[in-house]
């Protein structure tokens, strides 16, 4: 996300106040043969998050994913965007992500009257802010939240 951004006290925060067990972190090697360290959790609800280290300890990337009917399903996705890296603006991300629900909403809605198919993909424009990217991925009965930042970008 940002050089020295290690992200530990958000995704404990955010763990803690959605009830998010976060499981120990895990290594996987690359297909550069470098290794990157993950942090994966799941909550009430089928409410999911991944969080992903570039060297170890600097935060590059966060995946929050919850589903698409579920009382607090989207306040969730929303408290993601609460990212507390130096130069992101929460108001934008925070309007953004409205728009980007209501968006990608549309197109689901619109493609599965297309095809007849409730498996339908779609995803959001993308917003830039400060250091990060995000992008919402409308599913079936989930969205998937990807912000991006730092080596991941």
């Known amino acids: 996300m940002a050089t020295g951004y290690t992200g530990n006290d958000?995704?404990?925060?955010?763990?803690?106040?959605?009830?998010?067990?976060l499981e120990k972190p895990?290594?996987?090697e690359m297909p550069d043969g470098k290794m990157?360290?993950?942090?994966?959790?799941?909550?009430?609800?089928?409410?999911?998050v991944s969080a992903g280290y570039a060297d170890h300890?600097?935060?590059?990337?966060?995946?929050?994913?919850?589903?698409?009917?579920?009382?607090?399903?989207?306040?969730f996705l929303a408290s993601c965007t609460g990212l507390d890296v130096a130069g992101i603006d929460h108001d934008k991300a925070s309007s953004w992500l409205d728009r980007a629900k209501k968006e990608t909403d549309s197109l689901y809605e619109k493609q599965v009257t297309k095809t007849g198919i409730e498996r339908e993909y779609v995803v959001s424009g993308v917003l830039v802010s400060g250091?990060?990217?995000?992008?919402?991925?409308r599913t079936y009965e989930r969205y998937s939240l990807r912000i991006l930042g730092g080596a991941a970008v």
């Open 57 to 75: 300890k600097n935060m590059s990337s966060l995946l929050c994913a919850a589903g698409t009917k579920a009382p607090g399903d989207f306040e």
């Open 36 to 48: 990157r360290t993950y942090v994966h959790g799941r909550g009430k609800n089928g409410m999911t």
């Open 10 to 21: 958000f995704l404990t925060g955010l763990a803690k106040d959605w009830k998010v067990r």
């Open 26 to 28: 895990v290594e996987q």
């Open 131 to 137: 250091p990060v990217r995000m992008v919402l991925h």
